[in-house]
């Protein structure tokens, strides 16, 4: 029995080798990475502030039924309700735990590189064992699925979904009749799911839909859309109910929506828009090249083919995102990598079977093709650069990114925990420290507190109002950004000290503000500082009245 099991799963290894070379690499990075950051700082924590915001809302779901930030009122502060649920879910069973996050990124990339290596070899034409290998490489570390997994949050998750939405919508509307079967299911399903996981779904289900419509398969685009809408609206009803807004504060936050107004306006939205932000982003760019290109040189196989569907869906998405959402430059911070992550797995999805076809398909001999070839391989060259550094950067920042935030956030929760714990305080970063300290939060960026988003969206977020609302809400101290704060900060208030950390990549600012908001806060807040001020890091420069 033991002979027969090892040759099942020598056999196995022999024919799909690519996949645990693939999954193999992508742990090796995560051990790497994981091993380097440990040793420099002894702790292990995320790249990011943000998945602290969903863990601390799953622990006061899971253990007192609140979902907020805080345990004291509900707030929309989840960008990714299904994420939030799921962490909650299993809180419930473990308790809070910070490698949660973690665990479930690593799986659901290992699912991601399963799923793209089964679809690839379930249709034709059939991939090679060495190119399926190169493909699952490139969504390692172009996708950077190791950066994403210490980024904590959802859009590993949110490419799986992404991919197999496509691959499911692609081969409903490729048959030429529709019929109900576990293919129809399977995408009904992922569309009522995916725009939870991230509100940008809704892009993705919008361009299936009108494909639908332009198919002229109506019951089908009814069943999308039905499908689609369903649990958006159930949260919707739930969040209003509660004193929110329809959507989570942090789409209405960071979303773009077009005023149409004037003709330059209309013009801008129909292009020029999508044209400006894709040029920010070389890496997106790049694929929407390749995507125009392969897309032209494969026309003659019909429009309903699925590999063209799929190119269309992609096109489609990204410049709606384009439009409306955040669109990265290559330039920026880390952090900032991860929204534009599923459309960059997406467009390596649906691009590696044509450039294998255009490559190797094309039915003539490679002497007749070689000019086409090189002037090819030339363009895709330069077109990679951006993919592959972008890729770099997000693995090769991990580390110093999960340090920034042990010296800036995890120090301020440290802090707040000894000295102020069950009080109000005004934040700009709510996430790591909401998450290890029981304190009332008025938020500055308006994830937290729904009156704050309505202030800002009114324009009237300014000192009188900041002023007004912490004392209503009996706030002692602040810890701000000077940076992105300092033209706000009511007159009143106390600057008492500053901490400054070096070779920032993450945090809004490598300058962390601490003010008496009540004149009467500030000797003790003094006090407080110069007491804690030898737990600090050595690399936190400190500076203030409380310094010697």
Same mark, same amino acid.
């Given at each position: ?58 622990? #006061? ?45 690593? %799986? ?14 379930? =249709? ?28 904590? *949050? ?8 992404? $991919?197999?939405? @496509? ?9 030429? #009749?529709?019929?109900?079967?576990? #293919? ?45 809408? $369903? ?15 329809? *959507? ?7 979303? +773009? ?69 955040? @669109?990265? #430059? ?48 030339? %363009?895709? *060259? ?37 000295? =102020? ?8 970063? %709510? ?7 029981? %304190? ?23 000192? +009188? ?9 009996? @706030?002692?101290?602040?810890? $701000? ?19 400054? $950390? ?20 500030? +000797? ?25």
């Amino acid at each position: 029995m033991t002979r027969e099991k090892n040759a099942t799963l020598f056999y196995f290894a022999k024919k799909h080798w690519p996949l645990p070379v693939a999954i193999v690499s992508f742990l090796f990075v995560i051990a790497i990475v994981l091993f380097s950051a440990y040793r420099r700082i002894h702790y292990f924590g995320y790249a990011l502030d943000d998945p602290y915001i969903h863990m601390a809302m799953a622990k #006061n779901m899971s253990e007192n039924g609140i979902w907020g930030v805080t345990r004291y009122e509900f707030s929309s502060s989840s960008s990714s309700p299904v994420w939030t649920l799921l962490l909650s879910m299993i809180y419930m069973i473990t308790g809070p735990n910070d490698l949660i996050p973690l665990i479930l990124n690593i %799986i659901f990339a290992i699912l991601l590189l399963i799923a793209i290596y089964w679809i690839y070899s379930s =249709y034709k034409p059939v991939l090679p064992s060495y190119y399926k290998c190169f493909a699952l490489l490139l969504f390692v570390f172009l996708t950077s699925l190791p950066g994403l997994a210490f980024v904590g *949050l959802e859009h590993t998750l949110h490419a799986l979904v992404t $991919i197999l939405f @496509v691959y499911c919508a692609a081969r409903e509307l490729s048959r030429e #009749n529709h019929h109900i079967d576990r #293919n129809t299911i399977a995408f009904l399903a992922l569309a009522a799911f995916i725009v939870l996981i991230r509100y940008e779904g809704i892009f993705l289900v919008f361009i299936v839909f009108l494909l639908a419509m332009l198919r002229r398969r109506w019951l089908l685009s009814l069943e999308l859309a039905a499908a689609a809408s $369903i649990l958006p609206a159930v949260f919707g009803i739930i969040s209003i109910a509660n004193g929110s807004l329809w *959507l989570p504060n942090s789409v209405l936050n960071k979303g +773009n929506i077009p005023i149409l107004d004037s003709f330059h306006s209309i013009i801008s939205f129909l292009g020029y828009t999508t044209y400006q932000k894709l040029l920010l982003d070389p890496a997106l760019a790049s694929l929407i090249v390749v995507a125009l290109l392969l897309f032209r040189i494969d026309k003659r196989k019909g429009f309903w083919d699925m590999g063209q569907l799929m190119i269309v869906m992609f096109i489609g998405v990204t410049c709606l995102h384009a439009v409306f959402a955040t @669109v990265e #430059n290559i330039s920026f911070h880390f952090y900032l990598f991860r929204y534009v992550s599923y459309l960059v797995a997406l467009g390596l999805f649906v691009l590696v079977t044509p450039v294998y076809e255009f490559f190797f398909n094309m039915g003539r001999s490679i002497r007749d093709l070689m000019p086409t070839y090189i002037a090819v391989s030339l %363009i895709a *060259l330069i077109l990679i650069i951006p993919l592959a550094q972008r890729g770099y950067n997000a693995i090769a920042q991990a580390e110093r990114a999960m340090t920034n935030i042990y010296e800036q956030q995890y120090q301020l929760a440290l802090f707040l925990q000894r000295y =102020y714990q069950g009080t109000p305080v005004v934040l700009n970063d %709510i996430g790591l420290i909401n998450y290890h300290t029981d %304190i009332k939060c008025l938020d500055m960026m308006g994830l937290g507190n729904v009156e704050v988003l309505k202030a800002m969206k009114d324009k009237n977020w300014n000192k +009188n109002t900041i002023a007004q609302m912490s004392m209503n809400k009996g @706030v002692k101290v602040a810890l $701000i950004y000077d940076s992105v704060f300092g033209n706000s900060v009511p007159l009143e208030w106390n600057r008492v000290g500053q901490w400054k $950390i070096s070779n920032n990549v993450v945090c809004g600012s490598e300058t962390v503000s601490i003010y008496a908001v009540d004149p009467s806060e500030t +000797n003790r807040l003094i006090d407080n500082l110069s007491d804690f001020q030898n737990q600090l890091p050595k690399t936190v420069e400190q500076s203030g009245s409380y310094v010697p």
